[in-house]
C-alpha cells in the first residue's frame, strides 16, 4: 500500500469512510477538547497549555502511526490533504525542553488553530487518518511520538 492510500481513509476500508463525525460540543463533552466553532467548522488551538500537535508529510506519518500502533501508543491525527498531503499528530502539551534536542528534517510543532473535521467538513479540507477514540480519549507524549519519528527515520537510535 502506498503513502497516498495510508493517508486517505477511503483506501483502507473500500471507498467507505467509516471515521465517526463529531461536531462542537461532541469535541468539547465526549474528549474534553477546547474547540471553538460553529455547525460549519470546529477549530482547536494546539501548542497550548493542553493539546499539542506535531506535523509531517503523510507517508512518514503512516509509519509513524503504524509504528506507534504496534506500542499502543496511537492518538488521533489529522490530515490535510493538498499537493502534499500532511498530518498533524494530536499530543499531550509541548514540554518546554523538546527545544534541547531539534527536530527530524520535514517534522516541526504546531501552535497554530486548526480546522477539525465536522459531518460538514469536505473531506478535501480536512479529514481524520486517525479519529480520536471516545473510549480512550488520552493522547500520546509528544516525546513519544517525536521518539517514534526518529525510531521510523534513524532506526532504534533516539
Same mark, same amino acid.
Given at each position: 500500500?502506498?503513502?497516498?492510500?495510508?493517508?486517505?481513509?477511503?483506501?483502507?476500508?473500500?471507498?467507505?469512510?467509516?471515521?465517526?463525525?463529531?461536531?462542537?460540543?461532541?469535541? *468539547? +463533552?465526549? !474528549?474534553?477538547?477546547? /474547540?471553538?466553532?460553529?455547525?460549519?467548522?470546529?477549530? $482547536?488551538?494546539?501548542?497550548?497549555?493542553?493539546?499539542?500537535?506535531?506535523?509531517?508529510?503523510?507517508?512518514?506519518?503512516?509509519?509513524?502511526?503504524?509504528w506507534l500502533r504496534l506500542r499502543m501508543l496511537?492518538?488521533?491525527?489529522?490530515?490535510?490533504?493538498?499537493?502534499?498531503?500532511?498530518?498533524?499528530?494530536?499530543?499531550?502539551?509541548?514540554?518546554?525542553?523538546?527545544? *534541547? +534536542?531539534? !527536530?527530524?528534517?520535514? /517534522?516541526?510543532?504546531?501552535?497554530?488553530?486548526?480546522? $477539525?473535521?465536522?459531518?460538514?467538513?469536505?473531506?478535501?479540507?480536512?479529514?481524520?487518518?486517525?479519529?480520536?477514540d471516545v473510549d480512550h480519549p488520552s493522547l500520546?507524549?509528544?516525546?513519544?511520538?517525536?521518539?517514534?519519528?526518529?525510531?521510523?527515520?534513524?532506526?532504534?537510535?533516539?
Open positions: 500500500m502506498t503513502a497516498a492510500e495510508l493517508s486517505d481513509l477511503r483506501a483502507l476500508d473500500g471507498g467507505v469512510d467509516t471515521a465517526p463525525t463529531f461536531d462542537v460540543p461532541d469535541y *468539547r +463533552r465526549r !474528549l474534553g477538547w477546547p /474547540v471553538d466553532g460553529d455547525a460549519l467548522g470546529a477549530y $482547536l488551538d494546539l501548542g497550548t497549555e493542553q493539546i499539542g500537535g506535531l506535523r509531517m508529510r503523510a507517508g512518514l506519518g503512516a509509519e509513524v502511526q503504524w496511537a492518538g488521533p491525527v489529522l490530515a490535510v490533504p493538498g499537493k502534499r498531503t500532511e498530518w498533524t499528530f494530536l499530543t499531550q502539551p509541548i514540554p518546554d525542553e523538546h527545544h *534541547r +534536542r531539534p !527536530l527530524p528534517p520535514g /517534522v516541526e510543532p504546531v501552535t497554530s488553530r486548526v480546522l $477539525l473535521p465536522t459531518a460538514h467538513t469536505d473531506r478535501a479540507t480536512a479529514f481524520w487518518a486517525t479519529a480520536p500520546p507524549l509528544f516525546t513519544s511520538v517525536v521518539g517514534a519519528v526518529r525510531s521510523v527515520l534513524y532506526g532504534h537510535r533516539f
